[in-house]
C-alpha cells in the first residue's frame, strides 16, 4: 500500500488518539498527552492516509543537535503488514538525515516481534536492555541505534 504522508495537524488528534487507545490500551496516552507532545519544541509528527482520507497511521521523532529518537510508529490494525510502518519509518529516518542528525534511538518491547523486525530491517541495533519499562506489564525493552 502507499499511503500519503504528511505533517500532522491538530485536525487529526481525535483520531490518533483513538488509535492510540486501540493500539497501545492502558498505557494509551491520553488526547491531552497527545497535543501537548505535538506542540513541543523538537519534536515532528506525520501521518499516513488511506486513499479514502481515513489516517491509519502515525509517526513521531524527538531530535536534538547531532541526534534523534524515534517516539512511535503506530499503525492501525486493518493497515498493518500494508508497508505502512515502513512508509512511515522511512520518513522519520529521512527527515533525521534532514535535520542533520548523525544517529537515531529507540526503544521497543523485546516481544514486539513485527516492530523489531521492521526497526533491524532499517539497520537498527540493539545496544542496551531496560528491564520492565513498558507498563503495565513491566516488560523488558531493547534501545536500538541506527547511525546515519
Given at each position: 500500500m502507499s499511503a500519503k504522508l504528511r505533517e500532522w495537524t491538530a485536525a487529526?488528534?481525535?483520531?490518533?488518539?483513538?488509535?492510540e487507545r486501540v493500539l497501545f490500551g492502558p498505557s494509551a496516552w491520553s488526547r491531552a498527552s497527545l497535543a501537548e507532545e505535538a506542540?513541543?519544541?523538537?519534536?515532528?509528527?506525520?501521518?499516513?492516509?488511506a486513499p479514502d482520507g481515513n489516517v491509519i497511521?502515525?509517526?513521531g521523532l524527538w531530535f536534538g543537535d547531532e541526534a534523534s529518537q524515534v517516539m512511535t510508529v503506530a499503525v492501525a490494525p486493518e493497515s498493518q503488514r500494508q508497508g505502512v510502518g515502513r512508509e512511515l519509518?522511512?520518513?522519520?529516518?529521512d527527515k533525521s538525515i534532514?535535520?542533520?542528525?548523525?544517529?537515531?534511538?529507540?526503544?521497543?518491547?523485546?516481544?514486539?516481534?513485527?516492530?523489531l523486525a521492521l526497526y533491524r530491517d532499517?539497520?537498527?541495533l540493539p545496544i542496551a536492555i531496560r528491564k520492565r519499562y513498558y507498563q503495565p506489564?513491566?516488560?523488558?525493552a531493547f534501545s536500538m541505534r541506527l547511525e546515519l
Open positions: 487529526n488528534l481525535d483520531r490518533i488518539a483513538e488509535l506542540r513541543a519544541d523538537n519534536r515532528w509528527y506525520v501521518v499516513a492516509e497511521g502515525y509517526a519509518m522511512a520518513a522519520l529516518v534532514l535535520l542533520g542528525a548523525r544517529e537515531m534511538f529507540l526503544e521497543v518491547a523485546v516481544d514486539n516481534a513485527p516492530a532499517f539497520g537498527f506489564g513491566n516488560i523488558d
